[in-house]
């Protein structure tokens, strides 16, 4: 199990950026795939971005597509999910996750196929 701790959340104003951090404290020496979510009041959780344990493979939802950039800095034990051209829509509580695999390139996109969730970091948009 992997314990993981998001940042970076805010307010901004539509059009503007923010990058969102998530570390890892625990069994970080495991491979895992890491993911992004998030939940919007009203709205269903969705994954929006995944990134292969590797970091050479990405998935991204048609939602954020060309906007949202995820990454990861292994030396850190850390992801991160840089979000341009932000809109109100983008507003929601943003989530990390984790999926321990053996899978290198691969980049789960079901938010089930995630075991280990951080508490979220708080994202607005302002109009």
């Known amino acids: 199990q992997v314990q993981l701790v998001e940042s970076g959340g805010g307010l901004v104003q539509a059009g503007g950026s923010l990058k969102l951090s998530c570390a890892a404290y625990?069994?970080?020496?495991?491979?895992?795939?890491r993911g992004w979510g998030r939940k919007a009041t009203g709205k269903e959780r969705e994954l929006v971005a995944a990134?292969?344990?590797?970091?050479?493979?990405?998935y991204y939802s048609d939602h954020v597509k060309g906007r949202f950039t995820a990454s990861r800095d292994d030396a850190k034990n850390t992801v991160y999910l840089q979000m341009n051209s932000l809109n109100p829509e983008a507003t929601a509580y943003y989530y990390c996750?984790?999926?321990?695999?053996?899978?290198?390139?691969?980049?789960?996109?079901?938010?089930?196929?995630?075991?280990?969730w951080g508490q979220g970091t708080q994202v607005t948009v302002s109009s």
């Open positions: 996750a984790a999926r321990c695999t053996l899978d290198i390139p691969s980049t789960p996109r079901r938010l089930g196929e995630y075991a280990d």
């Open positions: 625990g069994r970080t020496r495991t491979n895992y795939a």
């Open positions: 990134i292969s344990w590797s970091g050479r493979n990405t």
